[in-house]
């Protein structure tokens, strides 16, 4: 399992976001979003470039920290 960091979220509405931008990537699923944590975990059928999750999560308005 997979950990990211991730800036701006505040509310469940924003949780919700980072779980589809996530489950859109190929290669990813399993995807948990913990507000108070500031972060999402995942699982990874095969490896998933950071640079694909920092795209999908910037693309919503979120930054990867």
């Given at each position: 399992?997979?950990?990211?960091?991730?800036?701006?979220?505040?509310?469940?509405?924003?949780s919700?976001?980072?779980?589809k931008?996530?489950?859109?990537?190929?290669?990813?699923?399993?995807?948990?979003?913990?507000?108070?944590?500031?972060?999402?975990?995942?699982?990874?059928?095969?490896?998933?470039?950071?640079?694909?999750?920092?795209?999908?999560?910037?693309?919503?308005?979120?930054?990867?920290?």
């Amino acid at each position: 399992m997979a950990t990211v960091k991730i800036n701006g979220m505040r509310c469940p509405h924003c949780s919700s976001a980072v779980t589809k931008a996530l489950e859109n990537i190929d290669g990813i699923g399993n995807v948990k979003v913990d507000l108070e944590q500031g972060e999402a975990t995942y699982t990874e059928t095969h490896p998933v470039p950071l640079a694909a999750i920092k795209e999908a999560i910037s693309k919503i308005g979120f930054e990867v920290a």
